[in-house]
Structure formats: structure tokens, C-alpha cells
């Protein structure tokens, strides 16, 4: 029967290094570090507008309380309908969604004034959002619980990722994505480093999500 011979096994000293040397290696660890980081995201985050300090918008699912001056059998509360129209006394159908509740006011009240003559001019109708229904947002990708989030107060990026529980453990948070419609229709991708607003950093990032917006994070 025949036997290997046991290898040799031969232990040697690590070269000394000059300083020059060691720095040479700091510096090639330190580009390649630097190389592998996702690059800042170079957005016009302070342009994007905050919803905070806008009128709200009425939205479909949305319950609005109606007064009419001095006139009770019209005052009503009732909720915005799939469609973003409402039904009112004397006047049908008027379109709520999109509107402010300044401007539906001033509908209601152009609308009822055929009917009643009576309608103070200085305040005839009053609309008020009871509940906030139609605000919703979109968290999608590796996150522990994507879905809808649906909110009574304005959300932020940091704020609705936490609410949906999250991003996994194989989740990409540096290339998380804001996708964004603008009123005239165009879609708009905002990148989002989560992993920076997870450390605190950064934060012109931490958006105030508005209506209908989604968050990717890959």
C-alpha cells in the first residue's frame, strides 16, 4: 500500500514594508471604498413642494362637512365620491376632487345662488374636510410590509418606510426611488439614499410625501 508523504508546511515572515509602502495601500483601500459608494444624489430636493404649506386638495374618499348661510335643509356632510363628485340639494353633482375647500366653496356657492337669492356674499358657504380619507402612499420592493399606507397627517420618506415596517435584509436602501406625478402628468423619479436617513443624514431627503406618491426600494 502506498502513502503520500506528509507536505511540508513552510511558515515565512511577512516583508517589511517601507512607510511609503503602507500609504500607497491606504490610499488604493481608501479609492476603491470610495468607488463602490453609491455618488451623493445630485437633486433639486428644496424644489420639490410640500404640501404642508399648501391648501389641501380634496381627494375622492374624503368626508367634507357644508355649511350654507343661514340655510340648514342645504348644509350637509357627505363623503367625496370614487368619481371626485358630491351631490348637494338644488344643485346635483359638483366636482370636489382637486379642488381646495376655498375654491369648492365659491362652486357651491355660484351654483346656489340661482336658487337662493338670500346667500350672504361675505361668507354663503363654508367647506370643511372632517376626514382626511384620500391620503395614500405606495411603499413597494424589499420592504418588510409594502402596500398602501393610507394617513391622516402628512408622511414623510422616513416616517412611511418606518410604518411599513422597513427594508429587508436584502434591500438596496442607497438606491431607493421616489416616483412622483406632477400635476401635468409627467412621472418623475427622485433617488433616495434611505441608508442616509436611516443615520441621520442628509435630510432634505426626508421629502414630504404628497398624494399618490411611491417609494421603491430594491
Excluded at 374624503?62 to 338644488?90: A, E, F
Excluded at 421616489?178 to 421629502?207: A, C, F, S
Aim: charged share 20%; aromatic share 8%.
Amino acid at each position: 500500500m502506498s502513502t503520500f508523504p506528509a507536505p511540508s508546511l513552510r511558515i515565512s515572515s511577512p516583508p517589511r514594508r517601507s512607510p511609503w509602502s503602507w500609504l500607497k495601500l491606504g490610499l488604493v483601500a481608501w479609492l476603491s471604498f470610495t468607488a463602490c459608494s453609491p455618488p451623493p444624489a445630485n437633486f433639486p430636493y428644496d424644489k420639490e413642494p410640500n404640501p404642508q404649506t399648501q391648501e389641501y386638495v380634496i381627494g375622492e374618499s374624503d368626508r367634507l362637512s357644508i355649511h350654507v348661510w343661514n340655510n340648514d335643509d342645504l348644509s350637509t356632510t357627505i363623503q367625496v365620491r370614487p368619481d371626485g363628485t358630491i351631490t348637494m340639494p338644488l344643485i346635483g353633482d359638483v366636482s370636489a376632487a382637486g379642488s381646495t375647500p376655498t375654491a369648492l366653496s365659491r362652486a357651491i356657492t355660484h351654483k346656489l345662488s340661482t336658487f337662493v337669492k338670500t346667500i350672504a356674499e361675505d361668507a354663503p358657504v363654508t367647506v370643511a374636510v372632517t376626514e382626511a380619507n384620500s391620503y395614500r402612499i405606495t411603499v413597494t420592493g424589499q420592504i418588510s410590509s409594502p402596500g398602501v399606507i393610507q394617513s391622516t397627517h402628512y408622511l414623510q420618506i422616513r416616517e412611511a418606510l418606518a410604518l411599513a415596517g422597513g427594508p429587508t435584509r436584502f434591500a438596496s436602501p442607497e438606491q431607493t426611488v421616489l416616483i412622483r406625478i406632477r400635476k401635468d402628468g409627467t412621472v418623475v423619479r427622485i433617488p433616495i439614499r434611505y441608508d442616509w436617513l436611516l443615520e441621520g443624514r442628509h435630510l432634505e431627503q426626508d421629502l414630504v410625501l404628497t398624494r399618490g406618491d411611491q417609494l421603491f426600494v430594491p
